[in-house]
């Protein structure tokens, strides 16, 4: 494996839209009018002070229903979403989705997903199955689990080489394996702090150990511009665990 550390120009992930799916007697649902809301919050930089609505759908909103389409046997409905940084985002969200009790036996059947893009063109795909208690209190949803790295060829026998590049200025840095995207890492940085927000290894990369290396990296390029991490993920403080060497670059523990 070679490696370095390039520090190419670029842009941070922003959320560029999103839809929710289902299958099944959806559509008569939407037909008869029964009311569906649909809404994902956050607290913004990990505070319980800034909770906003990151994606709605509504079917008390004429706009919304007028998106409605069918595609591949799914009901397909488009969200509205604010372009927030994914660096400003913690690393749970919660996902509500509020309609007719008949519709509460149909956990699993609803998909959500996300899309994530910058200004060069790359993307990060979230995905996922809507369990039971979407319906109910709401999910807590974590946002790296279900990350995945657009583009990716799932057909990868060995790895030859691996290559961090820091995109300072967008403020995430990004795990190359022989010239692709493989995974990155998302921070913040306020003043001499550093909060690592999201640290997303894509599926076809996973269990090879990525995840260790891109954050082992990350932190030793974090040493080098004398930053303290004050906020962190939990794959960071498990990794930090497993190597005290670094736990001086780390201010008192307050995940993210």
Known sequence: MTEHVVRPDGTGFYLAGGELTMAGFAEQV???EQPIDFSITAGLFGSTDLDVVVASWSSA????LSGVRSQDGLLVLPLRTQALMLNSLPSNTRVRLRTESSLHDAAGTWQLTLHFRNRAGSGLTWHASLPAEAFD???TAPLADFLTVDGVDPDIRELTSVTLAHHAD??????LVDGQRAGILVYHVIGSHLSITHTV???AYRGRGLSWELIRRA????????LTVSNYCAIVRQFVEENPEYGDLLALPRPV
């Open 137 to 139: 209190a709401g999910w």
């Open 170 to 175: 967008d403020e995430f840095y990004e795990l």
């Open 201 to 203: 290894i894509d599926q």
């Open 219 to 226: 932190l030793d390029d974090i040493r080098t511009r004398s």
């Open 61 to 64: 909103e004429p706009g919304d």
């Open 30 to 32: 939407i037909a008869f």
